[in-house]
């Protein structure tokens, strides 16, 4: 394996200014699959502003790093977050039936939060955004990642300990050897390391 690797696995510079431009607008309300819980979204979601649509979503894709055929491969495929901005009358994506949950709030920020993890044993760091928070004069919304590799997305109103937080990044990224389901040789377990970033848009 090529040392000093770094993956990507966050919102790129053209989609933070997509996230930028909700700041001042009106939060009329997000949509997701009309199935799902209320609290919870299946990889994709849509926040409706005054006057344009943002797709959130957070699907599987392969990490840019080595093919799935590396033998020393430590993930080869995990979802992150992108966003688009939409029109208000374009339909959901894949057709899907939507719920849509009203706000009717000025947005005063807009933040990213940012995890940067590293594992020493592979010299191997990967850059991912956890949450996206949206702030109004009221409330303060959460859409953030429900676990590290998986698509669905965690919506919380005034709760942001519900934000994945960085011991349970640690634990995802770790092969922790005292860990009660390790099932590796003595030896080959690491101990992952983070560091978290919010980034004010």
Not at 81 to 88: G, I, P, V
């Amino acid at each position: 394996m090529k040392k000093n690797q770094i993956a990507y696995a966050c919102f790129t510079d053209e989609m933070l200014n997509v996230l930028r431009e909700m700041k001042g607008k009106t939060f009329k309300s997000y949509e997701y699959d009309a199935t799902d819980k209320f609290d919870h979204a299946t990889f994709r979601l849509r926040l409706n502003l005054g006057t344009f649509a943002i797709d959130l979503s957070n699907e599987l894709h392969m990490l840019p790093l080595w093919g799935r055929d590396e033998p020393d491969a430590i993930v080869d495929e995990i979802a992150y977050f992108k966003c688009e901005k939409a029109k208000l009358s374009d339909p959901f994506p894949y057709g899907i039936e939507t719920k849509a949950y009203m706000v009717d709030e000025r947005i005063k920020a807009v933040r990213v939060i940012r995890n940067e993890i590293y594992i020493e044993k592979f010299d191997f760091t990967v850059i991912m955004d956890y949450a996206l928070i949206i702030e109004t004069r009221w409330h303060t919304y959460a859409f953030s990642r429900e676990v590290s590799f998986g698509d669905d997305i965690t919506i919380a109103m005034d709760s942001i300990a519900k934000v994945f937080t960085n011991e349970q990044v640690i634990a995802d990224w770790s092969d922790d050897e005292s860990a009660p389901d390790y099932d590796g040789e003595p030896g080959e377990g690491w101990i992952a390391a983070t560091t978290r970033q919010i980034i004010e848009l």
